[in-house]
């Protein structure tokens, strides 16, 4: 089974700190992706890569940024968190081939900045 | 654009009542269209797909048909258990980006 791991369930941080969320996947994929949910929003995609080293702005890059230095994992950075970065952020992964790009998910961390 | 427009929630039904989510998309060309399935507590989940017009996907009693004239892919199950209760999404895919709906709850009393 694809498994995407994200390192925490739970954080709570404070107001300028900085924050890393990392995310790892076991299946050898090409893409990665970050997403936030919020109640009446759905997902919304902050950034996303197709490969090591690559990154492309989502949606809603705004007070964020990514690190992919190694093909399995790809780490969201806030660098100055503020409470409207409160929110469930949850990591993707899939495969470039035809026919295989369905997304896998991780279960989600839920970050609260106080 | 490019959007997935899905139904507002809360859905609440009884046990065994017929379920439909309805999910409309705006794309150009044809994309891949999913329904999601989020668990409380977990990630989201591949339910069903279809990659064409008139496929029709279907998984644990779930179903839904890519409708290209209607650009929709209601998702539908005949019989809903407790056990349904959960968000589904509704996504299409062009490229390799998803766009997500926002979200349906569904609760199954029993």
């Known amino acids: 089974d694809v498994k995407v791991t994200q390192s925490s369930r739970y954080l709570v941080k404070r107001t300028g700190e900085k924050v890393f969320l990392e995310c790892v996947q076991d299946?050898?994929?090409?893409?990665m992706f970050w997403y936030r949910q919020d109640p009446g929003l759905g997902l919304r995609l902050i950034y996303f890569s197709y490969d090591v080293k690559m990154k492309e702005k989502g949606d809603i890059p705004e007070g964020y940024s990514v690190s992919r230095e190694k093909k399995e994992r790809f780490s969201l950075i806030l660098e100055s968190a503020s409470t409207n970065q409160t929110s469930m952020y949850l990591c993707a992964s899939s495969s470039s081939g035809l026919g295989k790009n369905i997304q896998y998910f991780g279960a989600g961390t839920r970050l609260s900045v106080l | 654009g490019n959007s997935v427009t899905q139904m507002e929630g809360p859905v609440t039904l009884s046990e065994e009542a017929f379920l439909t989510i309805n999910c409309t998309y705006t794309a150009t060309g044809y994309p891949s269209l999913f329904w999601y399935v989020q668990y409380p507590g977990e990630g989201l989940q591949l339910l069903l797909k279809?990659?064409?017009?008139?496929d029709k996907g279907s998984n644990k009693g779930f179903e839904a048909t890519y409708r290209k004239e209607t650009t929709s892919f209601h998702l539908e199950k005949g019989s809903v258990q407790v056990s349904d209760s959960a968000v589904y999404f509704c996504a299409r895919l062009t490229g390799n980006q998803f766009y997500f709906g926002t979200g349906t709850s569904l609760t199954v009393i029993p």
């Open positions: 279809a990659t064409k017009a008139d």
């Open positions: 299946m050898d994929h090409e893409n």
